[in-house]
């Protein structure tokens, strides 16, 4: 079965470090997410990412070149840099989510 990483940008506005969404769209470079190994698993590069954004309603469908560890959080999750490309947007439409912002999704 097909499976799609989601990622989530945060708002412009916030205090994060995290940059926002079109940022991450111009750079094809999701930093610094946490996946869970159970996840990771499951992506191979050449499957779909979705960066959402939902505040403001964008969304954008790219595909996996890459995930680069980059660290653990403050509970040992791994997080990686999401390497993506040929990044178009799409519209918008909202997908579930974990609370650290990132889920993995079957694809019809």
Request: aromatic share 10%; net charge negative.
């Given at each position: 079965m097909p499976f799609a990483l989601v990622i989530s940008a945060p708002k412009a506005q916030t205090a994060s470090d995290s940059p926002p969404f079109e940022q991450i769209f111009a750079?094809?470079?999701?930093?610094?997410?946490?996946?869970?190994?159970?996840?990771?698993q499951k992506?191979?590069?050449?499957?779909?990412v979705i960066?959402?954004?939902?505040?403001?309603?964008?969304?954008?469908?790219?595909v996996l070149k890459e995930l680069v560890p980059a660290g653990n959080?403050?509970?040992?999750m791994q997080r990686y840099d999401v390497?993506?490309?040929n990044a178009k947007r799409t519209p918008y439409r909202p997908e579930?989510?974990?609370r650290w912002g990132t889920a993995v999704i079957d694809l019809p």
């Open positions: 750079s094809c470079l999701g930093p610094t997410y946490a996946i869970s190994s159970s996840d990771w992506l191979k590069p050449g499957c779909p960066i959402l954004d939902k505040f403001s309603e964008k969304r954008a469908e790219a959080t403050a509970t040992g390497l993506f490309e579930p989510l974990q």
